[in-house]
């Protein structure tokens, strides 16, 4: 028969291994936890620099933008300093490739430079409508004869 002692001590290396089972569980549980809260982090920061490529990519459209304005404003700025303005029509002039151009004032005033059309009479600008009359011009009357 076994005495109490042996089925205190079985009972207490039973209990001992079953702590010692639940402790390596525990340790395998938390291992799996940290690295889950690894992986966790891991994708956090996946996710943050991939917010940091396309606020960068933003930015480079924004830049390009910028460029493209910079290089717009300094061809009107040289485009402006070949013009000069014809007090006679109220139309801007340019020489272009030996002939007069003449551009729309009203358009000009909004930072576009529009060629305009010229017929016998006026200059027309085909953007904004605007005409200029040409003080040349002079209508011919017609002469109705009686018969």
Known sequence: ME????????????GIKS????????????????QADLKLQLAELVEKLADAKIQL???????NDKDEEISDLKQLLKQNAELK????????????DGKTVRYCTKC????????????????????CDQT???????????????G
């Open 3 to 14: 005495s109490i002692t042996t089925k205190a001590i079985a009972s207490a290396l039973g």
């Open 19 to 34: 702590a010692i089972d639940i402790a390596t569980k525990l340790s395998e549980v938390s291992d799996a936890i940290k």
């Open 57 to 63: 990519s933003k930015v480079k459209i924004e830049l």
């Open 85 to 96: 303005f014809n007090e006679n029509y109220g139309l801007y002039e340019a020489e272009k």
């Open 108 to 127: 000009h005033a909004e930072g576009k430079l529009i060629p305009v059309q010229e017929t016998a009479s006026r200059f027309e600008c085909k953007r």
């Open 132 to 146: 200029y009359r040409r003080p040349e011009y002079v209508p011919q009357t017609r002469v109705i004869r009686g």
